[in-house]
């Protein structure tokens, strides 16, 4: 019903930016309405959630991330981002793009991977 489709991954150095992107596609009513989001997992670890953006506006994230990460999202291209800046080591893994909303999804991307080297 939705597809989730994530882009700009790479290989960075710490104190690096990076800024991800993830373009919706699918049943327009879904995604309009959607809580969108970004997780992240590393390798041994369990996915663990980055930040959310409500379909109203409502920003929320991880602590490990306040005030070096920026979610944001264009609504007119159905389009979430994720402004990483401040990169280190530890925000190393496979970062998701997450979308749902009550009783539809989540649908889930096919993840990109972020390297940060020390």
């Known amino acids: 019903q939705v597809q989730l489709v994530e882009s700009g991954g790479g290989l960075v150095q710490a104190g690096d930016s990076l800024r991800l992107s993830c373009a919706a596609s699918?049943?327009?009513?879904?995604?309009?309405?959607?809580?969108m989001g970004w997780y992240r997992q590393a390798p041994g670890k369990q996915r663990e959630l980055v930040a959310t953006?409500?379909?109203?506006?409502?920003?929320n994230y991880a602590d490990s991330v306040m005030g070096r990460f920026t979610i944001s999202r264009d609504n007119a291209k159905d389009t979430v981002y994720l402004q990483m800046d401040s990169l280190n080591p530890e925000d190393t893994g496979v970062y998701y793009c997450?979308?749902?909303?009550?009783?539809?999804?989540?649908?889930w991307g096919q993840g990109t991977q972020v390297t940060v080297s020390s």
């Open positions: 997450s979308g749902g909303i009550s009783g539809l999804g989540p649908y």
């Open positions: 699918g049943k327009i009513f879904i995604i309009k309405a959607m809580t």
């Open positions: 953006a409500t379909s109203a506006g409502s920003l």
